[in-house]
């Protein structure tokens, strides 16, 4: 009681919410779970958007310089402090600053720990072991922690220790070197896209382990890593190099084991077309007025079209060539088959479809006034997925969580930003 009395009337209401788990969005499927994120860069802050997404209360800690993808820029939103790179995957959370290299900031971020469902760290394996924030550490202050780690090459083997990107792991796990144009040097996909694979690999590892939990009141140390990711979604041409030793190649927007299924020019863009049956073949033939390709011997199945690749691809391509992107968009509405046009970000965002679906959310910033994000593609019949606030800027919520989620009073608080370990 000597402490209720110390802090205040105002602290025990604070106190007594906490108790209650009730510093949350409120709103989401995760509403009362609560999220320490240790991440930076792409890979570890885009799980823990998906999770704040869902309304998990996403605490996101930095150091004093932030995130580094904060300077991953231009473009900035304000003044060089924060990229455009670093609020696309960042919305959903608070930011707090904190010297974890001290002990005073050792035991905030522990008191943190404590009050935490989820931990997603992407340091280089054994970090934070320094810094007494590894895995057994934290578990002997909260045995129900899940604790999911980040990383590169995973906490074992001999590139344990390497540091790992998106286009390290693209490369040594074979992306590049099936990525590009037939018979042309290997490419680097536009997004960092074993980065966001490894994110919802993770993301899908935490929701497993929160159910596993639920049965059985048991924490666990989850490890994913970009490499694993990677050589996982090489899917089908990892099975047959396995089982077959055929080395995979290079074939631009083709498809090494389907005819048509590609990009054709236009005549003022390019239109992607895919048929995936003999059906769809012979849809697509009458549409594009060559119905003689039909029973030409050459192309009349996959097999067949497959292994005369070239003539088949030279004889659409003189076609398709003779329309715009438009008039094609019109002819293919309705058609069996998939097809869609390459489209700039700007056609992305006018399109028809995507404006009815409202992807794109405005949300308000504190500095920028507003700014514009895609939202979250999944749509729950209950419980929302939402993207409800803008990035944070950094430190922008130290104070809120020291007094709201870790229920210190200001005097505490004022200590600790006046010697330096919060700001």
């Known amino acids: 009681m000597e402490y209720f009395r110390k802090i205040g009337v105002c602290a025990i209401k604070t106190h007594l919410r906490i108790l209650k788990h009730e510093y949350s969005t409120k709103l989401g499927l995760l509403s009362d779970v609560n999220v320490l994120d240790l991440t930076r860069i792409v890979a570890g802050p885009y799980c823990t958007m998906v999770l704040g997404d869902l309304g998990a209360n996403v605490i996101k800690v930095e150091s004093f310089d932030g995130d580094e993808a904060r300077k991953w820029g231009p473009p900035f939103i304000n003044e060089n402090k924060d990229s455009l790179y670093s609020l696309s995957v960042n919305r959903n959370k608070k930011s707090i600053c904190i010297d974890f290299k001290t002990p005073e900031g050792k035991k905030v971020l522990h008191d943190i720990a404590k009050k935490c469902d989820v931990l997603v760290e992407n340091f280089i394996p054994g970090k934070l072991d320094q810094y007494d924030m590894g895995y057994e550490q934290l578990k002997g202050i909260n045995q129900k922690l899940i604790y999911c780690s980040i990383t590169g090459f995973g906490s074992t083997g001999p590139y344990a220790k390497k540091p790992g990107y998106d286009v390290i792991a693209s490369a040594m796990g074979g992306l590049l070197n099936t990525t590009g144009e037939r018979n042309g040097d290997p ?150 088959f998939p097809n869609g046009p390459i489209n700039k970000m700007k056609d992305v965002f006018e399109d028809e479809h995507v404006k009815a679906i409202n992807l794109v959310k405005e949300l308000p910033h504190p500095e920028a006034g507003t700014v514009k994000v895609v939202g979250p593609p999944t749509v729950y019949g209950l419980g929302g997925n939402e993207a409800r606030t803008a990035p944070p800027t950094l430190g922008q919520h130290t104070r809120d969580i020291l007094a709201n989620f870790l229920g210190y009073h200001d005097k505490k608080i004022d200590t600790l930003f006046s010697d330096k370990i919060v700001r």
């Open 187 to 336: 490419c680097k996909p536009g997004v960092a896209i074993t980065d966001i694979t490894t994110g919802l690999h993770a993301f899908g590892a935490i929701m497993t382990a929160l159910y596993f939990r639920q049965k059985t009141g048991r924490g666990q140390k989850i490890d994913c890593n970009l490499l694993s990711t990677q050589i996982s979604s090489m899917i089908n041409i990892a099975t047959i190099y396995l089982n077959c030793g055929i080395e995979g190649q290079r074939w631009g927007t083709a498809h090494a084991n389907l005819v048509p299924y590609q990009a054709f020019k236009t005549q003022d863009g390019y239109m992607v077309i895919g048929t995936g049956s003999n059906a769809q073949f012979v849809d697509f033939c009458k549409i594009i007025g060559r119905e003689d390709l039909i029973d030409d011997e050459r192309f009349k199945d996959n097999s067949k079209r497959v292994e005369n690749r070239d003539e088949i691809i030279k004889i659409i391509s003189e076609v398709i060539v003779t329309k715009t992107n438009k008039e094609w968009k019109e002819l293919f509405k309705g058609a069996s």
